[in-house]
């Protein structure tokens, strides 16, 4: 079984400043990880996804993620984030379960970016 | 490019009374997914189609939740009777094929409230 944590359940953070949402996750196989953002009342939008290759993936928005194996950690970065930037963050795995693809999400993270 | 479309956005029925939900994907997208998103949790899903067969249903509470996707295409999500547990956000989403490397397209969701 896969699973996720999201240790912060919220971030706050002044504008301008760099950011860390931490993500962890268990699996007993080889994983896809991926990073989604929910603005309020909309759905999920992928930021970026790892799926093979460079472990630091660069996305939409100027987030980034680095895919570290060794302490099964996929962590998001924004080295200076805006306002737009308020939203709910999801981390989540995935890998081939019968054929088939699930995604598995954590918990998310709030993050509020303030003037 | 038209998104995946929801309706409603918001509902608001009595405990046992039905509702449906109805989704409609991006076109030419074969796979079709529906996530229930609790209050603070992440999307988990409940069914995920390849064209009309249901190939993972395996966390649908059939007791009282059905769904159908009649023509591969629209899909609509039920619930008879409702329960006070119910209410959440059901997110549809949609990708090209299954396989991992996919992305998934969700729509806005619909917000359920159950009195």
């Known amino acids: 079984a896969q699973s996720v944590t999201q240790l912060d359940s919220q971030v706050p953070v002044f504008e301008e400043a760099p950011v860390e949402l931490r993500c962890n996750y268990s699996?007993?196989?080889?994983?896809?990880l991926f990073w989604y953002v929910q603005y309020p009342n909309q759905g999920l939008q992928l930021l970026l996804k790892?799926?093979?290759?460079?472990?630091l993936v660069k996305g939409i928005n100027g987030f980034e993620a680095e895919f570290n194996k060794s302490q099964t950690s996929f962590h998001l970065r924004k080295p200076s984030v805006h306002i737009s930037d308020t939203a709910e963050y999801f981390c989540?795995?995935?890998?081939?379960?019968?054929?088939?693809?699930?995604?598995?999400f954590g918990t998310g993270t709030q993050l509020k970016v303030e003037l | 490019e038209a998104g995946v479309v929801q309706s409603p956005r918001y509902k608001i029925i009595e405990k046992k009374q039905p509702v449906a939900f109805w989704c409609n994907p991006i076109?030419?997208?074969?796979?079709l997914y529906w996530y229930l998103q609790n209050l603070g949790q992440g999307p988990e899903l409940l069914i995920r189609?390849?064209?009309?067969?249901?190939?993972?249903d395996s966390q649908l509470p059939k007791d009282r939740f059905s769904a159908e996707r009649l023509k591969g295409v629209d899909s609509t999500l039920k619930i008879q009777p409702a329960e006070l547990g119910d209410s959440a956000v059901y997110l549809c989403?949609?990708?090209?094929?299954?396989?991992?490397?996919?992305?998934?397209?969700f729509g806005p969701g619909t917000r359920l409230t159950v009195t």
């Open positions: 699996s007993s196989v080889s994983v896809y």
């Open positions: 989403a949609s990708s090209f094929q299954t396989g991992s490397h996919y992305e998934q397209y």
């Open positions: 076109s030419g997208h074969n796979t």
């Open positions: 189609y390849e064209n009309e067969e249901a190939v993972d």
């Open positions: 790892y799926l093979s290759g460079s472990t």
């Open positions: 989540a795995v995935s890998h081939l379960t019968g054929g088939g693809n699930k995604l598995t």
